[in-house]
């Protein structure tokens, strides 16, 4: 279990002097003397840390300790740095609020240590990792290079901020540091060329000729024995627990960890030893013709050595230190230098010198330490700056420092004192008034624009005429001479106070933190801060490039004639710029106590600590703690943060803010004294309160992580689960499914294969069952086939035991025929003569009766078909068959004459006109007429003439007339002759010695060949009084012409010409017809 602990625990004295009983100055004092004593240098006044200067190195800065106060509230553990400084980064880091650390003190008092103890504490608690250990360990190196050029051992403290720094350091939003940005405040230049006696110059000059290497000093020119340089003060050269010469490597180291080039490092070196050199150059008056004296350099040697470090040209430089160039509007005016002049030249280049070179450090390492990335970040700024500082001697760099710490004292009030008591009226909460120093008075006796003393000292400067430092205390004298805070001889004097403490070139201003007498010697030159024209133009004829860039004003193409603004002036702005930034961010305070004057360990002198308690105000720190509140803030955002303490206000509080507050301390519960509602805040008396609410938050913040997890690990849990589920459901149901495919299969396939031997089984057994039955109804049959032969035998046997064979033949046989006529009936052919068809036949003893009745039923149909002839028709039919008999396959032209039906009269002899002649001459009934060629004997060509036949005559005529060329009774016909062949030429031949023999027989050919030859010889059979008329068919027979019988002589030739038949006359006695064979 964790141990609560409290700064309450083990206290020596009291660790919060808010809690000091009875609060007076002597307790308070007594309580830091304890606690010092005890080694306990930190004690708060509520969230102010109070440290004393310890003086030597205490075991707690280790890192257990830093682990230790790491993201610990702060009232948990004993006082400690650490304890702010975690406060500072968690409040930046956790609630996005950006802070301020300041640290404020007298010099000596640590304020520098405490700075980088704040800054060595966040480095440690803040995030780690390559990029950002970089960034951290550059942050941090930048420590030693600005202490080395910027610190200097003075008699109050022998590393003494000589120099003003603020520091912004900036982290992204996880807190991780992400680089940062210094601010330097007016540098003590004055060191450089003068320092009071017990102190030293900056602790670089010293580091170098200590610690550089024989060759380095030897390429700077330089030698190690400090008493070589006039700027260098020999009293306190060495200080004692200060290693010079560790320090300059450790000063090299830290340069090139925050990334400065080796080149650079050299440069800065290079000028380091330059002023140095520039220290050593001494001058001698030379008299003049007009009694002045002018200014020589006496040695040159050091002026050479330095010219040749930088690479300027000697003579540039000499002619520098001895006159002076002043340039008004158009004019050049040039002025010889005195040797004081000259001094005071050297000087002015000496302090620029270096004071150029320390800005342009800082620039360099900010260029090296800025963040690189441009996202928004948060800002925690250190500020370091010069403590207030009273010396015997104090001028203008003291007046500047205690004008920083005067409005740094201004912040403090104004953030803690006075802004707090206003709050608590601004908010209503009763309140008494608590009495306090305002330093703004002060401020405003400094800084006024009208008659402050910056200004007064500004107008001084630029006031036209003679200006002194006289003429500035004088007008101080007139213009401050009423100020409360402002003393001077003659302000005192006017009062009639004698105060001889006061010298007549000095004024004393009463600061927050006690007198300081000002000497005013050199305020007007320091504040002018001139560096003649001649000199930066001379350094800008530098080859040196870091020289020539540290003095951009001498180059000579861009000369300004307006003043640059005073150091004051510049001071002041920057001041007032500060002020304005600590303004916007959380202020830490950090009040730096210096124990005492000797720099010593274990010693505390009560009056010099009495004197910084009163002066910081931390009694008035404490009066104000104790009687308001330890913590305020606004009611929204303190209901956001602590709302989740309460069920009434978590997760959402509805109506006012306020209202919600208050709900949520009553539940809590917190006691009402506790507390107490302002306007628009709440305000929280007590830090353990907060601390309590504090407490409970992270609790409850972490119970709500858990919650969160808790249900965020449940829902990836269950979501993953479910996917699993939903997955395993699919695979399942598709593993189910191929699973059950697989059986279905297995289960049809077998029951196929059951089913096939069931079925074979069933149908074998069906076969074998059907067989037997067939077996069965044959036996049957056959059985009562016999059994019925045998009944009928046996009854038929005492009737026809004799016949009862041929009678049961004969009726079988009658049954048989029966059922083939009726057959035969039922399927007759149709009664087209020329149709085959007949059906077949039943039985093969049927076969003679079968085509007997075809035959008789073919003649019957024919029979039938000419029954239904008319006279006429029954007349061509029989001169067809006459035909058929007469050249039925004796002559080829027959096949082609069948089919056309003889019509005997083809001219239509009696009723055409033409033929009226013919008609008359012929009188009997014509049989036959039509046009044949009858061949001429002599050329064997044919000529065209009407061919009739009458019962009695051929006749011959022509065609055109009509006219009756030859007839023949056809009882001088003895014969026609007619070819094989398929023609149709026929010869009539006459019976010899007839009367119409004598003119010879006729060839002729016809189209009706076998018409005309039918019909002569069925006249000749008609007719009763003459025989028949031969047919002769033969392929050469003989024509008996006129006078000579000629053979003709029918041949079969190939077609040629078409299928035409022609003759020829091969001479008297033959005569050729050629007929072409039809295809
Ligand atoms: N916490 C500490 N532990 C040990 N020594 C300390 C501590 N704080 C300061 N010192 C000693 O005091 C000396 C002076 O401290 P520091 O330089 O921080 O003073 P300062 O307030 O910065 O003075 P100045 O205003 O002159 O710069 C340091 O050199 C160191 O020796
Ligand atoms: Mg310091």
Known sequence: MEVKTSLLDNMIGVGDMVLLEPLSEES???????????????????????????????????????????????????PHIYALA??????????????????????????????????????AVCGKGQEVNKVKEQLLQSNPVLEAFGNAKTVRNDNSSRFGKYMDIEFDFKGDPLGGVISNYLLEKSRVVKQPRGERNFHIFYQLLSGASDDTLKKLKLDRDFSKYNYLSLDSAVVNGLDDAASFRTVRNAMQIVGF???????????????????NIEFKPESRNNSTDESRIKDKNDLKEMCELLGIEQSVLERAFSYRTVEAKLEKVSTTLNVSQAYYARDALAKNLYSRLFSWLVTRINESIKAQTKARHKVMGVLDIYGFEIFEDNSFEQFIINYCNEKLQQIFIELTLREEQEEYIREGIEWTNIEYFNNAIICDLIENNQNGILAMLD??????????????????NTICAEHQHFESRLSKNSKFLNDHSLPHNCFRIQHYAGKVLYRSEGFVDKNNDLLYRDLSQAMYKATHSLIKELFPEGNPAKVNLKRPPTAGSQFKASVGTLMRNLQTKNPNYIRCIKPNDKKAAHVFTESLVCHQVRYLGLMENVRVRRAGYAFRQPYEPCLERYKMLCKRTWPHWRGPAREGVETLMVDLPIPTD?????????FIRNPRTLFFL???????????????????????????????KKSQIVVSAWYRRFAQQKKYQKIKSSTTVVQSYIRGWQARKLLRELKYQKRCKEAVTTIAAYWHGTQVRREYRKFFRANAGKKIYDFTIQRIMQKYFLGLKNNMPPMSPIDKNWPARPYRFLDGVHKELQRIFHLWRCKKYRSKFTEEKKAVYEE?????????DKKALYPSSVSKPFKGDYLEIRKNPKYQKLNSAVEEKVLLADVVNKINRANSKGTARIFLLTKKNVVLADQKTGQVKASVPLLDLASVSVSTKNDGFFALKLKAGSASATKGDFLLSSDHLIEIITKLHRSGA???????????????????????????????????????????RKNNRLLEVLVPTTA
Request: with cysteine; hydrophobic share 35%.
């Open 694 to 724: 504090e407490e409970r938050r992270r609790q409850c913040l972490q119970d709500l992580a858990t919650l969160i997890q808790k249900i965020y690990r449940g829902w990836k849990c269950r979501t993953h689960f479910l996917l699993l």
């Open 86 to 123: 975690d406060e500072a980064y968690r409040s930046l880091r956790d609630q996005d609020k950006d802070q301020c650390i300041l640290i404020t003190g007298e010099s000596g008092a640590g304020k520098t240590e405490a700075s980088k103890l704040v800054m060595s504490y966040v480095a």
């Open 261 to 279: 080039m080796e080149d650079e490092m050299q440069s800065v070196l290079q000028l380091v030893a330059a002023v140095l050199k520039l220290g």
């Open 674 to 682: 506790e507390v107490s509602y302002g306007r628009s805040k709440i």
């Open 28 to 78: 308070f004092l007594e309580n830091l003397k304890n606690r010092f004593d005890h080694n306990e240098i930190y004690t708060y006044i509520g969230s102010v840390v109070i440290s004393m200067n310890p003086y030597r190195s205490l075991p707690i800065y280790t890192p257990d300790k830093v682990e230790e106060y790491r993201n610990r509230n702060f009232y948990e553990l004993s």
């Open 1022 to 1064: 008609t007719a009763a009084d003459r025989e028949q008329i031969n047919i002769d068919i033969s392929d050469e027979f003989l024509v008996q012409f006129k006078h000579d019988k000629v053979c003709v002589k029918f041949i079969q030739v190939a077609p040629k010409n078409g299928n035409s038949v022609s003759c020829k």
């Open 459 to 476: 107008e001084e400067c630029l006031r036209p005429g003679t200006v002194t430092d006289e003429t500035f205390l004088d007008k101080l």
């Open 880 to 888: 067809k068959l006459e035909a058929s008999k007469l050249f039925k």
